[in-house]
């Protein structure tokens, strides 16, 4: 079998236990329940996934790599709790470039001068949500807008949710600071 190694951030864990990366190109690679979950992956681990092109064709253009290997480089949450340059997550999205989303998705949050959930940015754009939040995730990672995390409870491993700025001034600006 002929694989390929692919160095990625995990952009998004679902449901069902399986979980979407993006390479450092830019393609977005298919995990596998029993490997992310096996690896307990998370939602920002920088992972090397060893891949073969996704063999199921009509979903092969989207996402172009399914992991049949994996490990976890560094979990998520071994990182310092402060922005910094990461792989870029770009949006899948066929008539749009993602730098293109993603000055609209800055646009929007600069215009609005306050704390979004992806929800509302992507109501806002009228864009597809999976694709907001995976370049406001970009975003952050390269440290062009904050993100506040909030946890229901203490002792979560994941935030219950997730909210971007432009910058940490708007919670000043919020707290009437």
Known sequence: MNLTEVKAIVARVVNNGSAFAYSEDGRQVYIPRRIAHDLGMEEGDAVTLHCIPNPMAEKAEAVPLTTVRATVDRPFSDREPVAQPAVQLPAV?????PKDLQGRC???????RRFMSTKQVAAMLNEDR??????LWSLHNAGEVVALRFYRCGGQERASSMFYAIDDGVLEEEMGG
């Open 93 to 97: 999205i066929p008539t749009e470039t």
């Open 130 to 135: 999976l694709h907001v939040s995976n370049v």
């Open 106 to 112: 800055l646009g929007v949050l600069a215009g609005r």
